[in-house]
């Protein structure tokens, strides 16, 4: 009899604990509940009050007369328009915030940008408590730096080593489980 609720506790933990990392992952929309992705909502004041890790979403809503540009810090500051990173006119739009790092994004309509329609957004490491973000930092759009060893001339993909990480926390999550019964 022990053992078997001894297992359901263990059973009913592992189940909490994967629930847990898949809920995870959260999805923002752009400007908050009281507002949006327009010219008269505090984006600023809205993304410092969030904190953004590796994994969430963001999801900007908007009308016809807005889009989406993501840009660099340069046309971030500048409101520039003539190089955008990508460009997005169909609402809802969801941006994964894969990497750790700035990301930036304003409006390319009219002057809207200028008018306050531009949001930074600070992406920090899931691991990491949140390190604050140095603003003496000169860097213009620095690419977060991998730990894993790269030989020059190699083409990096980000995407396929962040979905390995994700499958061996996977394996790793189901190997305890196992060690976990196989120890009753
Ligand atoms: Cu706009």
Not at 119 to 126: D, H, K, L, P, T
Request: hydrophobic share 35%.
């Amino acid at each position: 009899m022990a053992k078997v609720s001894n297992m359901r506790v263990l059973l009913g933990v592992a189940a909490t604990v994967m629930l847990l990392e898949v809920a995870a992952a959260t999805n923002y929309t752009v400007g908050g509940q009281n507002g949006g992705w327009d010219q008269t909502t505090d984006l600023g004041t809205w993304a410092s009050s969030q904190t953004f890790t590796v994994g969430d979403n963001l999801d900007f809503q908007f009308g016809p007369t807005h889009d989406v540009l993501e840009v660099n810090k340069a046309d971030f500051d500048s409101c520039g328009t003539g190089s955008p990173i990508s460009t997005t006119t169909a609402s809802p739009a969801r941006f994964p915030l894969a990497a750790a790092g700035t990301r930036y994004f304003i409006c390319g309509r009219s002057n809207h940008c200028s008018q306050g329609m531009k949001v930074q957004i600070n992406v920090v490491a899931a691991t990491s408590p949140a390190p604050p973000q140095s603003p003496n930092t000169p860097t213009t759009s620095s690419p977060t730096p991998t730990s894993s060893p790269t030989p020059p001339g190699t083409n990096v993909k980000p995407p396929a080593s962040s979905a390995m990480k994700t499958a061996a926390g996977t394996l790793l999550g189901f190997g305890f489980l196992v060690i976990m019964l196989l120890s009753l």
